[in-house]
Structures are given as C-alpha cells and as structure tokens.
C-alpha cells in the first residue's frame, strides 16, 4: 500500500490546446460508461438476489411461521394466507419485483421480515465490524504478500520453492481451521489474546490474521508469476547497470510491476471480506455481517439479504473504481490511456 | 417450546442427580460460610455468561428464547421438582370444570418502568401470548379476565390439569403493560420491560446482551434460594455460537458459566467444573415410523429395524457420556408420568432377520437390500440437519444406517438445510419412511400433540408417524384431562407401552441442556421445569 503513497501524482499535466479539450470529452465520455456499468451491476444484482430468493425452494410464509414459533412443520393454506398477504408472497412475481425494485429505488432497504427491524439498522449496527475485518485483512494480506515476495521471489531456485510452496500451502488454509487453532494456541493456552474479543482491538487481532494468512497466499501466487516474469525483462537489467542496487530494483522497479494482479484480485477479495466472513465472525463471537447474511439467506429474508447484497456490491463498484486509479498510480504507462 | 434449539444434547440422569446434589451441596455450604461470616462471599461483580444462539426476540416461542426472557420477566406460577410453587400469583384454584383458573397475585410488585402489576397486566400479557407465541394453543390458554385488582381469572378452552406447569416454563413471563402498548415492537423484542431480577441494559446485536441487577428486586419465586435484588451487578450475556470457543473461553476463565459443553470435553468438565445437566421435557430425539404407507406400516420392518441397531451402545459412544441413551420415543424422562421402556429392542440381528423374513422381505439384492416384489426395502429419514440433529446426532444417525444395512435394510439419510427444515419440506408421507426429532414441552399433552390425527380440522403437521388411531386418540384425550393422579399415571404409562409396543415411536437419545460454571462462582441453578433455564439470581463469587 506504501506504493500507492509514494506514487507520483495521478494524472500527468495536460498537454495543451486543442488536445486538452479532446481528452476532457474522451475522459467524460469513459466515466459515463463507468457510470452506467456500476448502475448495471447495481441492478444486475438487486435482480439476480431477488430471483435466487424467489425460486430457492422453501415456501416464505411457512419459513416465517415456523422460525417465529420455532417449529418446523408444514403449515396449512389458513395458516398461511394471512402472511401471505401482509408480505404480498402471493402477489404476481411481476408485481413483487417491482414493489421490491421501487422501494430499492427510493433508498428504502425496507424491514426484515423476521425481525421486523429495518434493514438499515440491521446493516448498520454491523457495519463497523465488518469494515474493520475486511479492511484491516486486507492491508495485512499485502504487507505479508509484499515481504513475502521480496524475499523469496526473482531469487535462487530453493528459496523460489520455498517462496511459492509457502503460497500455495497459505492459499489453500481453510479458515475454520486457521481460526480454531489460533484461537486455541493464541488465546486459551498463552493467553495473549481473549478468547471472547468482540470488536476490541486485542480481539480483533486474531481473526485479521486468520482472515489475511490464505488471503496473502492467493495474493502471493498472483504476485510471483508477475515478479519472475518481470526480473527477466531488460529493464531490469539496465537498472542494475546504470548501478541500482538489488533491493531498490526490486522495490521500485519489479514490483510496481508485480502489483498489477494483485490489485485485481484485490477487487474481489473485498467483496468477499465483507459478507463472507462468516466463520471467521463465528470461530471469535464477532458481529459482522457475514453471520447476519447466512442467517438471513436460510430464512429466505429477502429485505436483509437484499440490502446486503446490494450494499457490498456497491461497495464493490466504487472498490473497483479505486482499483483502476491505483493501477494508474502503480503503472505510470496506463496514465496516457485514461 | 419448540424443536428450535441446536444445542448439541448430552448427559445421563445420574449426572443430573450428581449435579443437582453438587448444587444444593454448594449452596448449602455457601450459606453456612456466610452466616458463619466468614466473609468469603463476592458480590456486586459481573457473571459472564457464553451462551450458543441469539434469537431475534428477547422472548417467543424458542427454548433459546426462555433462556432470556427467564432473566428479565417473573411468571405466575414456578416449577419446583414435580410441585407447583407461588411466585408472582400467592394462590390459586381451579373450577369445577377445569376451564376457569384464579389466581390471586402480590400486590407488591412493581415493573421496572414504574408500572404496577395488577390483573391488569396479566390480562394483557395473556392477549400478548395468543399473538407472539406460535404454539400458545396447546394450552388450551383463551382469555383472561380480571375479577378485582389482584385477582384475574385465564380461561381454557377445555380442562387442562397442566397449565401450571406450562404457565411456570419461562415463555410465559409477565411483562410491563404500559410497555407493551406505548413502544414499538422493536422496542419490546431488544429492550422489554419485566419486574424480574435483571434488567436489559444493551443488546449488542451479534455480540451479546448486557443485563444490569434490578436493584428493587422482590419478587423472586418460592423456590429461589434468596428473595431480593441479584448478588452480582452485572450479566455479560455472551453469544457464542462455537463450542470450542465457548469451552476455551471457560478454561481461560474469560466466561464464569457457559452453555453446551462440547462432547468432547464432557469428562473434563465433570472433572474440573460444576456441570449442570437436563433431560428438557417433552419429547427425546426419537424415531418416528411412517404407519400410514410403505415398507413401515407393518409392524414387523419396524421392529426389525430396532433390533438391527445397538441404540445404547451408539449413544455412549458418539456422545461420550454426556447424553442419554432414551428408548421412550413418546416421553421425556425428565417428565412426570415417564415410563422406562429402555429394555424394549435390545440389539438381536438375529432376530431382526427373521422378523424381516416373516414379513416377506427374503430376496436380497446385488447390494445386499432385502427386496419385496421386486422392490428394495429402502427406508427415508429426512432429517434437520444441524438445526433439530447436532453433527453428533447425526454422526449416530450414520452409525443407525450401517448397522441397519447389516440386516438387509437401506436406510436412506437425507440431511436437510435450514431453509428446507423450516420451510416444513420432505415432510408428506410419500415423502419418508421415518422421521426424527424432538419436541421440547412441559407436559404429557405432547401425545395429543404429536399423535392427533387433526389439529383445529386442519392434518396435524407434528404427527410425524401419521399415526391415525380414533379409539387411541380418544385414550390419549382422555389421559390429559383425567385428574386423578393415580388413574393419570395409569393411563399414560399404557399409552407409552402402546406406542413402544408398536414400535411406532420409539426413542434414541434425551434432549438435553447443560451448562459448566467456573469453581468461583456458585448458586447458579438451572430450572428443572422442560428446558432447564438458568437462573443467576443466586449466584454469588467465592475467593
């Protein structure tokens, strides 16, 4: 992240005239686009939520009786028709989508069905949490992947091995697993760390670190077949030449090279940090999202799993955003194609 | 009171005996020390507590919910082993039809809001029931009137000789009325108000619910060990969902008392904390065959199938002593009117075969599957997969269907997800050959329950075995509303007999709730009333 901070600044001065105002029109023309690819994806998923919900088997009022009374029987047509009509479950499927489209619309995330909370409070209360984990995870797995790379990659064929079998073993950690034997080594037997963390910072520790491990090692592996590539190339070679040292050529040249994928991948794991985090949440008794989102997509509440939903894909949207102007900042040769 | 609680079940009747003598033993001890006054006793410091689930609502109708509303709210009657006790009602009588009960309540208390509690109140906590607890019509609970200030009357639909039990389970606590009509629904799930002994400070959705001490505190029921305020400030209720998490955070000492000790760690529990241990009420985990079509109305598959299996030996091995073995598929043993049928289908391969020989199940096909026309004897069983049956109870599922397979028998194990469990799936009687499954509540109407043919004109969804028997269902009807305990007990002891003897409902492993406590902290004591809630009024730290 340190790349991104050291940078130079965005966008290169404009040449002037005539070209000036062509690229002002190509730049407005292309954040247009981005525009309406983020909204198309925004709709793409509030849809696709809605549809997956409505035809997963499993009948929503029965799931609703049964889940109120903690039962879990077949429930009979009086029983169900009056659920049925305070949800609109035996509306068309045209109108239900369009109810649930036009309240999404207005901003209004509506009520949980179980609950009755609204969805918003629901989201909110388990916001910060999440972010915290995700992000903090996220910045973890690149320091770990940065240092990891440096150290074992471009170099000798044992350390490579080395480097890359730790990647591969890292990436393929569940994280059930990771978290349970942290856990039990960390915090029950040396007790460096509380068992029961919540959102402390000290409880926060652990489950970043379960998170970032395997995280670092899907990064890792992106990162290395980039950097190896990239140490061969001949610029490499005249920077050694005109005197640079190893670890400079490796710091400032191969690696803004190496970030590319990563920063890709970098996209996705965001989203996935923010809703699927979900053992990691119950491995440590932490709020997050992650668990809310489960339980809800189980009882088939459509309000909260579609906030959610769209919420993190928003998120995603606007992450995406970022991902392209950091590749701008890590690839000084994208600044032209803006 | 629900199959809603994935609680992983463990223990034996003799632990829970160890443990209650353990308890009254503590008690007993603490209270001499104090009086002694020797100056052991800590007070006014925080209880944390791991529990398992959090459900959305403080209270309603899930076991996990009686857990909690069990801290906020005082109920009218309590359960003291087998005897009904004063708590928030001083008296009470039952008319001569049994439809009519009246209670004459304290005049003393008074909710935490300000709000004083008066027949009023339990009128509309009665209205309150009707809506927010989905099984409230097993009561046979209709309407309340109050008859003077401290005097309300609650009607029954028909007589009902249980209610007391029922009403003393923890679902039907008393809330503030006031609160009931002037807050939000939000409001009275996250932050109810009741005259109990702990009041809601904050709920920590995802996290936990801190309760503080209801300073004014007098109400407790006959039963408790003390009348007045809790001895500690604070509860840290925690939710936990992992049991490993929850164990760790015992040994750490983080957590003074956690729910649902992982088997595993069952022996060491007993060895180094005080364990609490209850069979719920109800119904156990039990079988329940299909006798309205295939393979499994006759009699003879049925039992074939029970003495293919090793149920005890099963039991005691996947559970490790913590849960156990049940053979009564009807009754819960923590129930008054239980009766031990554990001796019925010991393991006899032997005779397994022949009962499925005589029934005409005698060609065995390439894989070994007993054949009838041409047709395998293959037996369904849907099952709740983690939210009815723990990943224990379903690893003893597995060992059922190997040893079954010994005899010629393809027991077909179908694991259901949440969403399927709930939404009441795979569960016609073309869809399965046996069911499995518990049903936590208080008292022997669980027959009427689970073995009516209709209930309120409409198929009875938990009558699992389809059983439709109108000269045993009358029997059963009978049995719940006969007052005479001798005669009670005589009934429903033949109609535990019938169903063994059937082999349509036989039983597998009790339900059960446990609890370890810290060696510091003593006086917690669980209800011995269907779900064995916990009580943290008494408790009290020791040096």
């Given amino acids: ?109 509506g009520q949980s069905y179980q609950s009755g909370r609204p969805v918003a409070t629901i989201i ?68 460096w760390f509380p068992v029961i963390g919540g959102t402390s910072p000290s409880g926060t520790i652990l489950p970043v670190i379960t998170l970032a491990v395997p995280l670092a090692g899907f990064l890792g592996q992106a990162t290395r077949t980039e950097f190896d590539r990239a140490i061969r190339e001949p610029f490499v070679l005249s920077a050694r030449t005109r005197g640079m040292g190893d670890l400079e050529v490796r710091w400032r040249h191969v690696l803004r090279h190496a970030l590319i994928p990563g920063i890709t991948l970098s996209g996705w794991a965001i989203g996935t940090l923010l809703s699927g985090a979900v053992l990691v949440e119950t491995v440590f008794a932490r709020p997050g999202l992650g668990a809310v989102l489960v339980t809800a997509v189980g009882q088939k509440d459509l309000a909260v799993v579609s906030g959610i939903v769209v919420l993190v894909s928003a998120l995603y949207v606007v992450i995406n955003l970022v991902v392209d102007v950091v590749y701008v900042a890590v690839d000084p040769r994208l600044r032209g194609s803006l | 009171m629900t199959t809603h609680a994935p609680s992983r079940s463990r223990t034996l009747l003799i632990v829970l005996s160890a443990a209650l003598a353990l308890v009254l033993s503590a008690c007993s001890s603490g209270g001499g020390s104090s009086s002694a006054g020797d100056g052991k006793r800590i007070v006014d410091q925080t209880i944390t507590y791991a529990h398992a689930q959090e459900p959305p609502c403080l209270w309603g109708g899930w076991v996990q919910q009686a857990y909690l509303s069990r801290q906020v709210f005082d109920s009218l009657v309590s359960y003291d082993d087998g005897k009904i ?69 609650l009607h029954l639909s028909q007589r009902n000789p249980e209610i007391f039990q029922e009403l003393s389970n923890g679902h039907y606590g008393i809330q503030s009325p006031t609160a009931l009509t002037t807050r939000s629904v939000e409001d009275n799930c996250h932050k109810p108000v009741g005259s109990g002994p702990w009041i809601v400070k904050q709920w920590k959705v995802g996290d936990g619910i801190d309760f503080v001490r209801n300073d004014d505190y007098n109400s407790a029921p006959a039963n408790a060990k003390h009348n007045g305020p809790a001895y500690q400030k604070e509860l840290d209720w925690k939710f936990v969902p992992d049991a490993n998490t929850r164990w760790s955070a015992l040994t750490t000492g983080q957590a003074d008392v956690i729910y649902d000790v992982p ?72 129930q008054p009117d239980y009766l031990n049928v554990d001796s019925a289908y010991p393991y006899d391969v032997e005779k397994a075969n022949q009962l499925l020989d005589e029934a005409g199940w005698t060609v065995k096909n390439k894989d070994g599957i007993r054949t009838k026309d041409g047709k395998p004897l293959t037996i369904r069983l849907p099952f709740g997969n983690g939210a009815i049956v723990t990943s224990d109870g379903s690893a003893a599922l597995q060992a059922v269907q190997d040893q079954v397979k010994s005899v010629g028998i393809d027991l077909k194990l179908i694991p259901l997800t949440q969403t399927q469990t709930f939404a009441g799936e795979k569960s016609a009687p073309d869809e399965k050959e046996l069911s499995f499954g518990y049903w936590v509540w208080g008292a022997p109407n669980i027959l009427d329950i689970n073995f009516a043919a209709k209930q309120g004109g409409a198929p009875n969804g938990n009558n699992t075995t389809f059983f439709d028997d109108p000269e045993v269902e009358q029997k059963i009807k009978a049995a719940q509303v006969e007052t005479d305990p001798a005669k009670r007990t005589a009934a429903y002891d033949e109609l535990q007999q019938y169903f063994s003897d059937e082999a349509i409902a036989v039983g597998f492993y009790g339900m059960t709730y446990n609890a370890a406590i810290s060696p510091k902290l003593k006086g917690v004591w669980q209800d011995q009333n269907s779900n064995g809630l916990l009580n943290f009024n008494d408790a009290y730290f020791v040096s």
């Fill in chain 1, 1 to 109: 992240m340190s790349v991104v901070q050291t940078s130079s600044p965005l966008v290169s001065p404009a040449p002037a005239g005539d070209t000036a105002g062509r690229r002002a029109r190509v730049l407005t023309r292309l954040a247009g686009i981005k525009l309406l690819s983020s909204l198309f994806v925004l709709w793409g998923t509030a849809t696709v939520t809605f549809v997956v919900l409505a035809i997963l088997p499993g009948d929503r009022a029965t799931i609703l009786l049964n889940v109120r009374s903690g039962l879990t029987v077949p429930r009979s047509p009086a029983e169900l028709a009056p659920v049925n009509r305070e949800f609109g479950f035996d509306d068309s499927f045209v109108t239900q989508y369009l109810t649930y489209f036009g309240r999404l619309l207005h901003g209004d995330l």
């Fill in chain 1, 124 to 191: 909110g209360e388990q916001i910060g949490p999440t972010f915290v984990l995700a992000f903090a995870a996220l910045l973890l797995a690149w320091v770990l992947t940065i240092a990891w790379t440096l150290l074992t990659a471009g170099r000798g064929p044992r350390l490579r091995s080395l480097g890359s079998a730790g990647e591969t073993v890292t990436a393929g950690l569940p994280q059930y697993w990771v978290g349970i034997l942290l856990l039990i080594v960390f915090a029950a037997q040396l007790g």
């Fill in chain 2, 85 to 153: 006790v004063p708590w928030l009602a001083t008296s009470w009588k039952t008319s001569e039809d049994g439809r009519t009960i009246t209670f004459t309540l304290r005049d003393d208390v008074t909710f935490t809001d300000g709000t004083p509690f008066n027949a009023d109140a339990v009128v509309a906590n009665n209205a309150n029931w009707a809506k927010g607890i989905g099984w409230n019509s097993f009561t046979y609970l209709t309407d309340a009137k109050a008859v003077d200030d401290h005097t309300v009357e």
């Fill in chain 2, 263 to 334: 088997s595993v760690q069952w022996a060491t529990a007993q060895k180094n904390y005080e364990v609490l241990n209850f069979v719920s009420g109800g119904r156990p985990q039990a079988f329940s065959f299909n006798v309205q079509q295939g393979p499994t109305t006759d009699k003879r598959v049925r039992q074939a199938f029970l003495y293919a299996t090793d149920r005890k030996k099963i039991i005691e091995t996947v559970f490790k002593g913590s849960v156990p073995f049940e053979g009564n598929g009807t009754l819960a043993s923590s």
